[in-house]
């Protein structure tokens, strides 16, 4: 990854960073992180093309990339980055396991304003984790060490959608992090760099599902969520008006 | 099931240092018509006999306890009573269960009330994997959004730190250590918040019930409760306490028919 001017080049793909408008380096933070990784970019999600969005899209008050690729264990693994109205800069890494693994979702989401950063973390578990304690000490309870620390972190708040809480795991955190004081801004992306960092060491480590029977119920689970977040998605409701559904409907297949 | 009609006697004892409210009587005034019978046993434990060891050895500890059980049709065990720590702390605990022919939510609930601190844990658990099986959310909970709304305030802003809890717990949970406020104003709205999710659980929940007729879910739902039951067994934070009061075997007996 290089920073050049006010752009990353990651992975052969030149990515705006807004900074220049004195929004965070959040999407260095992310492309930092999977500089490492084997991506190979998708051109078409359940075949439909995604080019409108993969080489980046202007419309007037929306600017974004959305970069979706698969990995060794990730059917998708999407980097998006989005700047609305010139005042709100959003950035998310969201990754979904392939049908042989059971890791969970990765969502993060990062939205920053002139005063205010809105975050949104969690690993989405893909099985019941009262029926499935053995998944939540596996995957979810290597958290409880950042979510402890970042807890506490002024704004932060319950989800505010009773879709997304149902999903979400016991270590899912979301807020309105106030930017006055430089350690709220300096945690939001060193959160953000924790969770990816830990998700990425279980991604390296997740074994496939060993047997058929809990490999269909994860599947089954895994398209319950994505549905979910796709019917439920806020940021996608409150763009439909401004940038039509063409793009939000690509968008939505970049995303979840 | 016949009904029964009984008194029930709930007062919460005279305090130094704070009057309580009177919590147990109003959450009694939801259940009494609600055809509910006694519980004389449960899991091999007879209730009157638990009944007299946890008195006798709480008023060794300066302590009283005051435990009531209920069955219905649906309910497979209904639990209501307090307990006062040390003349200081009031645990005012709910508990409702259904029988394993019903799938609706549990709802074990506590709050606890001192003079300087008051603490609120409410829910409607769900039995089923409430993300596959949206039905069941539409069903039995999204009607409470409402609710869940009007009393949010009470919940922490970080959530609660046992990650047990917050696993099994439903989109709308409650749980928070707000201060009691001026003229204990907080207090009474925990107080209002606990009795409105009995409330919705005995009238809208309870009451829309029917039988499960899928063996595949009614397998997993009794599956699940039973999870759920030993979460709180082992874990609760109010075991340890029990423990010291009543000794390990006779707490054990107690959480068991709490839970």
């Known amino acids: 990854m290089m920073i050049h001017g006010e752009q990353i080049f990651f992975k ?19 492309c930092s992180a999977l500089d490492e990784l084997e991506l190979q970019p998708l051109d078409t999600i359940e075949g439909k093309s995604i080019r409108l969005l993969r080489d ?15 990995t060794e264990k990730c059917e998708k693994l999407t980097i998006c980055n989005c700047i609305l109205m010139d005042r709100i800069l959003t950035s998310a890494v969201i990754a979904i396991p392939s049908d042989d693994y059971d890791l ?33 000490i596996h995957y979810l309870d290597p958290l409880d060490h950042y979510w402890t620390k970042y807890k506490e972190l002024p704004g932060m708040a319950p989800n505010r959608f009773a879709w997304s809480r149902m999903m979400f795991s016991p270590y899912y955190l979301s807020g309105h992090v106030p930017k006055q004081d430089e350690k709220n801004i300096t945690a939001c992306l ?5 969770y990816l960092a830990l998700w990425l060491d279980l991604c390296t480590k997740a074994e496939p599902i060993p047997d058929d029977t809990r490999k269909q119920y994860v599947r089954a689970r895994k398209a319950r969520i994505r549905k979910i977040f796709r019917e439920n998605d806020e940021g996608a409701k409150s763009l439909l008006q401004m940038v039509g559904k063409e793009i939000i409907d690509v968008l939505l297949l970049c995303s979840f | 099931m016949s009904t029964v009609k009984f008194e029930m006697n709930l007062a919460l004892p005279v305090l130094e240092d704070f009057q309580p409210l009177q919590l147990p009587e109003a959450c009694w005034k939801i259940l009494q018509n609600c055809d509910l019978e006694p519980l004389e046993e449960f899991e091999g434990i007879n209730i009157a006999e638990n009944r007299e060891k946890v008195k006798e050895k709480m008023e060794e500890m300066d302590s009283s306890m ?20 040390m003349k200081s702390i009031v645990v005012t605990m709910f508990s409702g269960w259904p029988r394993n022919d019903y799938d609706f939510p549990a709802s074990p609930m506590d709050l606890v009330e001192s003079e300087k601190h008051v603490y609120i844990g409410a829910d409607l658990i769900p039995l089923t994997d409430i993300v596959i099986n ?22 922490d802003p970080t959530p609660n730190p046992m990650n047990w809890f917050r696993a099994l717990s439903s989109p709308y949970v409650i749980s928070g250590r707000p201060d009691v406020g001026q003229n204990r104003g907080t207090v009474k709205r925990a107080a209002e918040c606990f009795t409105a999710y009995i409330r919705y659980w005995m009238k809208e929940i309870v009451a829309k019930a029917e039988p499960m007729k899928d063996p595949a879910h009614k397998k997993y739902v009794n599956r699940k409760k039973a999870k759920i039951r030993d979460e709180f067994r082992r874990k609760d934070p109010g075991g340890p306490p029990l423990v010291m009061s009543l000794g390990k075997e006779l707490a054990w007996e107690t959480v068991k028919l709490i839970f």
């Open chain 1, 12 to 30: 052969s793909e030149t990515l705006p960073t807004f900074t220049e408008r004195g929004f965070q380096p959040i999407l260095k933070t992310f």
């Open chain 1, 56 to 70: 980046g899209v202007e419309r007037p008050f929306f600017t974004a990339v959305f970069k979706p690729y698969r």
């Open chain 1, 104 to 136: 969970p979702m990765l969502v993060l989401e990062w939205s920053e304003t002139e005063s205010v950063i809105s975050v949104v973390v969690d690993y989405v578990p893909l099985v019941d984790l009262v029926m499935h304690d053995d998944y939540r």
């Open chain 1, 190 to 194: 060193q959160l953000m760099q924790d």
């Open chain 2, 66 to 85: 005051v435990m009531h059980y209920f069955q219905s049709e649906k309910i497979e065990k209904l639990c209501l009573g307090w307990t006062v720590i």
């Open chain 2, 134 to 155: 949206d039905w069941y959310r539409e069903k039995y909970l999204d009607g409470f959004e409402p609710l869940y709304k009007q009393y949010l305030d009470l919940s």
